[in-house]
Structure formats: C-alpha cells, structure tokens
C-alpha cells in the first residue's frame, strides 16, 4: 500500500509539473508570436532581398525559429505525453530545416548548392513530421481506455504535421508562381497564426476536461469511503 501510495504522489507531482510546464511555454509562444508580428508588420528591421531575388522577412524566420519548437515542447510533452529525450531529435531536425531553406536563399539560384540545401531542408522537415505522427501512435498505443480527451490531444500532432507541410508548399510555390512577397509573408504569418491559436484552445479543453475527470474521480473515491464508513 505504501508503494502505491507513493507511485501515485509521484504521478501526481509529474502531472502537476507538465501542467506549470505547459502554460509557461503556452504563455512563451503567445508572447513570442504577439512582439515578432507586432516587428513584421510595423517595421523593415532585417528584411533583404536575396541571392534568388526574393525578399526575406527576418522576423518572420525567427518567428518560426522560436515558435516551431515551443510548440513541438507542448504537443509531445504536454499532449502526447513523451518523455523529455523524444522531444530533442525533432526540435534539432525543425532548427534544421529552418536552417538550410534560410541558407538556400543566400545561394545562387539554381545551383547545386542551393537545391542540395533545400532537399537537406525538406527531408529534415519530412523526418519532424514522420516523429510527430509516431508519437501519435505511441500515445494510441500507451494512453489508458478510460483517458479522455484523445481525438484532442492527437488532432494538433496532425495539425503540426499539416503546417509544416503548409510552410513546404509555400517556400516551394511561392517563386515558381512568382507570388510577391508580401502575399508569401502573409501565408506563413495566417498559417502559423492559425496553428498556435489552435494549440491553445487545444491546451485548455485538453486540461479542463482533465481536471473535470479528476474532480469526478475524487468524488466517486469520497462516496466510496462514505459507504465503507456508514455500513
């Protein structure tokens, strides 16, 4: 019994520290987001054409450069619940990914370099979203058949995935249909727009819907102990 009294404080503490942990980086990424498109759109600070004849927004990449991973952080930690060490390798592919499609720009288009650099890009981001839908499985797989919330918890892995495919589409269509660049801006800005305020209405029905479960688990362990005590 003292064992499994102290298996459950130390769930307990577990739960409690993923929930400080999951509005703190919630809070992060609303803060981050909110300044670095307050910057994009107020201001020219960074911005240059490319090598490849396109404009670049510098707030917009570091927007992605901070956001992506916060919001790989929540979906694995605090949605999937996968262990710490799962979450690294897909936080250094995105920041990899991030990293060559910015490189590409400064090369020459066309050259080898520059396509080297962007299949490097792609497959970076390819092999994020193929971790995303394996923590998926691994959550279907772990998750107890009384826990709640799952087809929330598992929609914003299928949302993350969808927007990186979003932004692939984007960097790859955008000069083949010679789309300016303001209208390739405001696609990534509504596409990230989009995903962060759908991870926080995601966060806050998946705990209110937990701490609903636990409020109701408590009471059914009262009643139970009231009957035990009254007979």
Known sequence: RGQSHARSSHAGVISEWKDVLGRALNLTLLLV???????????????YVSNTGRMVFATEHVDRILTLPLMLLLTGICLLKRPVREIILPIFLVEIYLLFTGS????????????????LGFSAALCTSAIVLYWVLCYLREASGQAGCHLLRVSFAVVIVGLLTTYLAIYLLCPL???GATPEVLA??????????SLCLILSCVRYIDRRDESFELKMKVQGLACAYST
């Open 104 to 119: 590409a720009l400064a090369l020459t288009a066309g050259a080898p370099s520059h396509w080297m650099a962007v299949a």
């Open 33 to 47: 987001s909110l300044i670095l498109n307050v910057l994009s759109f107020s201001s020219d600070i960074g911005n």
């Open 177 to 179: 249909q010679d789309v």
């Open 188 to 197: 990534y800005e509504f596409a990230g727009f989009g995903a962060k305020v």
